[in-house]
């Protein structure tokens, strides 16, 4: 692998790809909406850490710097996709742009729809027309729904989804076979699990946990936080996903299925009021909590069977909470708010 595009290359876990990406010697080409949303001077700040002087862009801009190419540019935006991939130098596409969450999906679906499916059969097009041939792209634990059979195999029916978003991305999925089955497009979709870790998202409990907590605000803990997630650390997802898109570049590898899922999750379920108290205890100070009903399109329970990534890679996540929290918490206490 020696060419890689990115999408979402400002969020969560787009960032760490990129920056894992550039250390390790990759031509990096990246791209992001830079959506206005409240965590938009995260967007930046990520960015300006990757090299990117995010907040002097104009919509439409390429900027290349000396680890990277950056556009500026919307995967609904099928003119400047165009024009961004007739320059890219690419042997994969990792995708990891999505309009993100289960609640708001309940809430505004059509912004998921056209972000997260229409925006999704643009990149696989325009893979298909500039002849890049793998494609790896987020998706899901919630695609599993109220499934109560765990930890999730792969091979576990995900055709009940409890909100739109994981209807979306269970059409990814869709999408994506037939795309390897039509046009031989090879295709891995990594159904992801509770990924927390520095720089996580502001709408994520992580961050609401830990901002609520420093500023003395209450915080709305649904069913009694009593849920267990399968909380999964950042850099072992961006492992994950490196060790695939190498062995979805090695030749000896033709003859493996063009379509493949996995999860990644860390495989050790914990309830979510645990994951705020080691947050608590990290800043020496107790939340205050206000205790609710598990709110609609939310799942009980989440826990990832990752044989299947091990047998593949080799690779297991297995970051311990303890260690990964603290980092977490490590670089919420330095950030600039």
């Not at 493996?256 to 608590?280: A, R, T």
């Not at 990752?306 to 260690?323: A, C, M, Q, S, W």
Request: with cysteine; proline share 4%; aromatic share 12%.
């Amino acid at each position: 692998m020696s060419g890689v595009l990115i999408t979402g290359a400002a969020g969560f876990i787009g960032y760490h790809v990129c920056r894992r990406c550039i250390e390790t010697g990759y031509q990096v080409y990246a791209l992001d909406n830079l959506q206005d949303t409240p965590e938009q001077h995260l967007k930046y700040e990520r960015l300006e850490n990757l090299g990117v002087r995010a907040r002097n862009l104009t919509y439409g801009d390429v900027i290349e710097t000396e680890n990277m190419t950056f556009c500026y540019c919307d995967l609904n935006d099928t003119d400047a996709m165009s024009v961004f991939f007739s320059k890219v130098n690419a042997d994969i596409v990792i995708h990891l742009a999505a309009q993100t969450g289960v609640r708001n999906s309940v809430s505004s679906p059509d912004i998921y729809f056209r972000n997260n499916i229409s925006g999704f059969q643009n990149l696989l097009q325009a893979c298909r027309t500039y002849q890049i041939s793998r494609l790896i792209f987020a998706s899901s634990s919630s695609v599993y729904g109220e499934n109560k059979q765990m930890p999730y195999h792969e091979s576990y029916a995900t055709d009940n989804p409890v909100s739109v978003y994981a209807a979306t991305k269970k059409a990814n999925e869709i999408m994506a076979r037939a795309y390897s089955n039509l046009f031989g497009i090879n295709t891995v979709g990594l159904r992801f699990f509770t990924v927390y870790g520095p720089w996580v998202r502001t709408d994520m409990a992580s961050y609401i946990f830990m901002k609520s907590i420093s500023e003395g605000k209450t915080i709305e803990l649904f069913n009694n936080g009593r849920s267990l997630r399968d909380f999964t650390y950042v850099d072992d997802v961006v492992n994950a996903i490196l060790l695939i898109a190498e062995k979805m570049t090695l030749p000896d590898l033709a003859s493996c299925p063009k379509y493949n899922i996995f999860n990644v999750g860390n495989s050790k379920p914990v309830e979510l009021e645990k994951y705020l108290n080691s947050i608590e205890r990290l800043l020496c100070k107790s939340a205050q909590i206000i205790n609710k009903p598990k709110p609609e399109g939310d799942v009980t329970a989440t826990y990832a069977c990752v044989d299947k990534l091990y047998d593949f890679t080799g690779f297991r996540p297995d970051t311990p909470i303890e260690e990964g929290v603290k980092k977490m918490v490590d670089w919420f206490v330095n950030l600039k708010r």
